[in-house]
């Protein structure tokens, strides 16, 4: 198994916003842009200005203080039609713009903008349940912890994020790694349509009949192609759809036996196949206010606690806590813990990944102030071979090159952190940190190209990791449905597709 590795940095303290005074083309373009949104009766009512109450409130709503900009105004749909109007707008114009759905991105520029207009879908959240077709469609606007509360009466789940406050559209739109990965494939996978509002505003359906090469580039393609405002999902069907929970938490360990968990975590990525409903994944972390754990979440969406997936974690003394129950998808996100990451399935390797970490944890400590509250995790987890032949090439990840030769774990380095001035010392170290974990893998022949869009930041291309195939395909999608360009140039948020 090969590797790749993924690091994310968060300021997660308040800091001063320093406003800046825009003068003449750039006023006039802002100007421009806002009163076009404005002025449209469709949009009356949905375009917010800074200074207001109402739009100090979503910026506030920003998950990250980093990702936290200040665009010149926001447009708040509240339905397809909206979007298309705002979606023509905007392109008529060439106003700069940005795409927000739960706004749980970590870094400037992820879901949102400084110099131009968010088109925030924090309206657009519901979710509805058709029992006939096994569908769940979703807004772009939604959060995981809602849409899992939705289904519960329907006795099913859905392939969403492990935490309640992940947003829909990027979790989906980036790959979207879930508790039912193993069985179902990538979130996206699950997928079966897209309602898109395209640049020029006329609105079109993907799927595996109609508009099949949109609906490919989509699942990993981020926000290339288009404004998804529907996703139309697979359902899951739970064990006792007239309770229904399934079985998960995490057990915790002495830091002393990290070395027996990451051996039964190769050992679980290596039998993936032969039990498709079982998820596991470790993360190791040291908090400044209590220091070091070691964790391993497990679940299983059949309810069945005992699976023998899971007898080497069960084997491992010095157990600390449990949290392994029985419980709805809804508590079960609530419960778990924040996820940066990706590494192959070489014990070696993770070991060595491991001790590199604690090596920057004591880098850490000596650069910032005593008194600071910091935290920093080193996630592992897996990228199993059933994962990835689920799609059947019909995403845009580029795995199946690299899942031929066994599985891979995705390893992250994350951060939280109280200020900029922090981040600017830290981040060079876990930079080195993550360089040498790959040196180590890549030594070895066991390094992956891949990086999870959903982890990475700015410092990475990750849809260029994809692969030279899947880069071309997506490159040919953009020019059929978008012949000017317009969520390549006009569009300052997430990631573009290399050129």
Same mark, same amino acid.
């Given at each position: 198994?090969?590797?790749?590795?993924y690091?994310?940095?968060?300021?997660?303290?308040?800091? @001063?916003?320093v406003?800046?005074?825009?003068?003449?083309?750039?006023?006039?373009?802002?100007?421009?842009?806002?009163?076009?949104?404005?002025?449209?009766?469709?949009?009356?009512?949905?375009?917010?200005h800074?200074?207001?109450?109402?739009?100090?409130?979503?910026?506030?709503?920003?998950?990250?203080?980093?990702?936290?900009?200040?665009?010149?105004?926001?447009?708040?749909?509240?339905?397809?039609?909206?979007?298309?109007?705002?979606?023509?707008?905007?392109?008529?114009?060439?106003?700069?713009?940005?795409?927000?759905?739960?706004?749980?991105?970590?870094f400037?520029?992820?879901n949102?903008?400084?110099?131009?207009?968010?088109?925030?879908?924090?309206?657009m959240?519901?979710?509805?349940?058709?029992s006939?077709?096994?569908?769940?469609?979703?807004?772009?606007? /939604?959060?995981?912890?809602?849409?899992?509360?939705?289904?519960e009466? %329907?006795?099913?789940?859905?392939?969403?994020?492990?935490?309640?406050t992940?947003?829909?559209?990027?979790?989906?739109?980036g790959?979207?790694?879930?508790?039912?990965n193993?069985a179902?494939?990538?979130?996206?996978?699950?997928?079966?349509?897209?309602?898109?509002?395209?640049a020029?505003?006329?609105?079109?359906?993907?799927n595996?009949?109609?508009?099949?090469? #949109?609906?490919?580039?989509?699942?990993?393609?981020?926000?290339?192609?288009?404004?998804?405002?529907?996703?139309?999902?697979?359902?899951?069907? #739970?064990?006792?759809?007239?309770?229904?929970?399934?079985?998960?938490?995490?057990?915790?360990?002495d830091?002393?036996?990290v070395?027996?968990?990451?051996d @039964?975590?190769?050992?679980? @990525?290596?039998?993936?196949?032969?039990?498709?409903?079982?998820?596991s994944?470790?993360?190791?972390?040291?908090?400044?206010?209590?220091?070091?754990?070691?964790?391993?979440?497990?679940d299983?969406i059949?309810?069945?606690?005992?699976?023998?997936?899971?007898?080497?974690?069960?084997?491992?003394? /010095?157990?600390?806590?449990?949290?392994?129950?029985?419980?709805?998808?809804?508590?079960?996100?609530?419960?778990?813990?924040?996820?940066?990451?990706?590494?192959?399935?070489?014990?070696?390797?993770?070991?060595?990944?491991?001790?590199?970490?604690?090596?920057?944890?004591?880098?850490?400590?000596?650069?910032?102030?005593?008194?600071?509250s910091?935290?920093?995790?080193?996630?592992?987890?897996?990228?199993?071979?059933?994962?990835?032949?689920?799609?059947?090439?019909?995403? /845009?990840?580029?795995?199946?090159?690299?899942?031929?030769?066994g599985?891979?774990?995705?390893?992250?380095?994350?951060?939280?952190?109280?200020?900029?001035?922090?981040? @600017?010392?830290?981040?060079p170290?876990?930079?080195?940190?993550?360089?040498e974990?790959?040196?180590?893998?890549?030594?070895?022949?066991?390094?992956?190209? %891949?990086? %999870?869009?959903?982890?990475a930041?700015?410092?990475?291309?990750?849809?260029?990791? %994809?692969?030279?195939?899947?880069?071309?395909?997506?490159?040919?999608? /953009?020019?059929?449905?978008?012949?000017?360009?317009?969520?390549?140039?006009l569009?300052?948020?997430?990631?573009?597709?290399?050129?």
């Amino acid at each position: 198994m090969k590797f790749a590795t993924y690091l994310r940095m968060t300021v997660a303290a308040a800091v @001063a916003v320093v406003g800046t005074v825009l003068a003449g083309p750039q006023l006039a373009q802002s100007t421009k842009c806002c009163h076009a949104l404005a002025a449209s009766p469709t949009l009356h009512g949905k375009v917010l200005h800074p200074n207001s109450t109402a739009y100090d409130a979503r910026i506030d709503s920003i998950w990250s203080l980093d990702a936290a900009l200040e665009p010149w105004c926001l447009v708040l749909p509240e339905s397809t039609k909206d979007t298309a109007e705002a979606m023509k707008i905007i392109s008529t114009n060439r106003c700069p713009f940005g795409i927000r759905s739960g706004g749980h991105g970590i870094f400037a520029n992820a879901n949102n903008v400084q110099d131009g207009v968010t088109i925030d879908f924090g309206f657009m959240n519901a979710t509805t349940y058709d029992s006939k077709t096994n569908v769940v469609s979703i807004q772009p606007g /939604s959060r995981w912890g809602p849409v899992f509360q939705t289904l519960e009466p %329907y006795g099913i789940g859905v392939a969403g994020g492990r935490q309640t406050t992940v947003g829909v559209a990027g979790f989906l739109l980036g790959g979207g790694n879930s508790w039912f990965n193993n069985a179902y494939g990538w979130g996206c996978d699950t997928v079966e349509n897209f309602e898109v509002v395209l640049a020029d505003g006329r609105v079109v359906n993907a799927n595996a009949e109609e508009n099949r090469d #949109l609906w490919i580039a989509l699942k990993g393609g981020s926000g290339n192609f288009g404004l998804v405002t529907r996703f139309d999902l697979e359902g899951v069907p #739970l064990a006792d759809p007239a309770n229904p929970v399934m079985w998960g938490g995490k057990m915790v360990w002495d830091i002393g036996v990290v070395d027996d968990v990451i051996d @039964a975590l190769v050992a679980f @990525a290596d039998n993936v196949p032969s039990d498709l409903r079982s998820t596991s994944h470790i993360l190791t972390g040291y908090a400044s206010s209590i220091g070091w754990a070691l964790m391993a979440s497990l679940d299983n969406i059949d309810n069945k606690p005992d699976e023998p997936a899971f007898d080497g974690y069960a084997a491992i003394p /010095s157990l600390i806590q449990s949290t392994l129950r029985s419980d709805t998808l809804f508590n079960l996100a609530l419960d778990n813990f924040w996820l940066p990451g990706a590494v192959k399935n070489d014990a070696d390797v993770l070991k060595y990944a491991f001790k590199r970490h604690e090596d920057f944890v004591r880098q850490v400590a000596d650069v910032i102030p005593a008194d600071a509250s910091w935290s920093s995790l080193l996630q592992l987890q897996p990228i199993s071979v059933p994962m990835v032949s689920h799609a059947g090439g019909t995403n /845009s990840l580029g795995l199946e090159k690299e899942a031929a030769g066994g599985p891979g774990i995705m390893t992250t380095i994350g951060l939280q952190i109280e200020t900029p001035e922090i981040e @600017a010392a830290v981040y060079p170290l876990a930079l080195a940190c993550q360089t040498e974990i790959e040196e180590y893998a890549a030594a070895r022949d066991a390094k992956w190209e %891949y990086r %999870y869009l959903n982890y990475a930041d700015f410092t990475y291309d990750p849809i260029a990791s %994809y692969g030279k195939e899947s880069v071309e395909r997506m490159q040919a999608v /953009s020019a059929q449905y978008d012949h000017a360009g317009v969520f390549q140039h006009l569009r300052k948020s997430g990631f573009k597709i290399p050129r």
